[in-house]
């Protein structure tokens, strides 16, 4: 369905059944049926939009590069998965990120966010303290009954209910919040932070400085140093970042100089944009057990290191091929088609796609460390997933 006959459908939702006749509507034109036999019901709607219902997400831990874990709450099943597919549908229809916020965001990503701050004196990264939980029901509730969305209140109601999820906190309270891990969670929180945006973006321009955020990630930066901790601008920050209800992660605050590596989002923003040298000598590693011992033997050393580095996300490991296809793509996206090490990374994996399997070496055992340290690297995810909300099961199954 086109965006603005979404939104005028959205827009134009009063009740309940209004609403399930939408998601039905969307359904049936994402299927290519004209009747669905398993249509969404009222009984559906009625209990997943209730978020004291705790069947409906599961929720498990996986650890902070900081220490600690972090909580992740994924839809139970296919049918609420498939209400928040189309929830999410509605809200992109409605509306649009403000031009600060990269993540999330059509057209923009981890590039452009970095791009904005190439070539400057001074990088100040900080971020949010627990984002998505920060966010509660109510504020949901609220903001999606004023403009852009000026949704009605009933439906407002059934789509806070929906995104949110039971929380307890350590004092024994509960509150109802954003969980991390549904696929509605992103949008909801850059239309919270539209007016923190604002006036860090107020306070950017006041100060001489280039900002731009990314989920829970906040970027600033210059040529001049205005960051000295009790300054002006870093009291401005906190004030405002309080005001509208979130919390600075002390640990997480850091001044990068020119000089010294640079980085935003995962990527190096000295002269040019570029990936960390880890995440290159991690495909390349890769390839070279490939050429060298044979596929079977990329294979069970990709696995091994896979399950070792990320496990603990899910049972069945990804395929080694899709794994590096997405690496390589992501590294065309931040070097450009014409890098010279793009184009060798990439040349070796072609041919080594291509080429009919021969006798292959034994591993020598020497080597062990050495390439299991290097695949550890080709494993992981090319961004900070800590920084970002995700829908794990399609980011796995995606490779």
């Avoid at 004209?34 to 249509?39: C, S």
């Avoid at 960390?276 to 060298?292: A, D, F, T």
């Avoid at 990709?302 to 070792?308: G, T």
Wanted: hydrophobic fraction near 35%; include cysteine; glycine fraction near 8%.
């Amino acid at each position: 369905m086109e965006k603005k006959i979404l939104a005028t459908k959205v827009r134009s939702l009063a009740t309940v059944g209004d609403f399930l006749t939408l998601l039905n509507q969307m359904k049936r034109e994402d299927q290519g049926v004209e009747e669905d036999p398993h249509p969404f019901t009222l009984k559906h709607i009625n209990y997943y939009r209730n978020p004291s219902h705790e069947g409906r997400y599961r929720s498990f831990k996986i650890p902070k590069k900081s220490g600690g874990c972090r909580v992740i709450s994924a839809p139970r099943n296919k049918t609420f998965r498939l209400i928040l597919r189309y929830v999410n549908e509605m809200l992109k229809a409605l509306y649009t990120p403000s031009e600060y916020a990269m993540g999330f965001a059509e057209g923009r990503s981890v590039v452009t966010n970095a791009q904005i701050h190439l070539r400057q004196n001074y990088v100040f990264n900080t971020d949010l303290k627990d984002f998505f939980p920060s966010v509660d029901q109510a504020r949901v509730w609220a903001r999606l009954q004023i403009k852009p969305l000026s949704l009605q209140r009933p439906i407002a109601g059934i789509i806070a209910g929906l995104c949110s999820v039971r929380l307890e906190t350590d004092e024994g309270t509960v509150r109802y919040v954003l969980p991390q891990g549904a696929p509605t969670s992103p949008i909801l929180t850059n239309m919270v932070c539209d007016t923190l945006d604002r006036r860090l973006g107020g306070v950017a321009k006041r100060f001489g400085l280039r900002y731009s955020r990314y989920a829970d990630d906040i970027t600033f930066s210059s040529m001049h140093n205005v960051y000295e901790v009790g300054g002006d601008f870093r009291s401005e920050l906190r004030r405002i970042v309080e005001d509208q209800r979130f919390v600075i992660n002390e640990k997480k605050t850091r001044l990068q100089k020119r000089g010294a590596r640079q980085e935003v989002t995962g990527l190096t923003v000295g002269e040019r944009l570029n990936v960390p040298q880890s995440y290159v000598r991690g495909i390349r590693n890769l390839l070279y057990i490939w050429r060298k011992y044979g596929e079977g033997e990329a294979r069970a050393r990709f696995e091994e290191s896979y399950m070792a580095e990320k496990g603990h996300l899910r049972e069945k490991c990804p395929d080694m091929i899709l794994v590096l296809e997405g690496k390589l793509c992501y590294l065309r996206m931040v070097k450009g088609p014409n890098d010279s090490v793009y184009r060798r990374l990439s040349t070796d994996f072609d041919r080594l796609l291509h080429a009919d399997e021969g006798a292959v070496e034994p591993l020598p055992s020497g080597g062990e460390r050495l390439l299991a340290e290097g695949l550890a690297l080709t494993a992981s995810a090319p961004v900070d997933l800590e920084a970002l909300n995700f829908d794990l099961d399609q980011l796995l199954n995606n490779g």
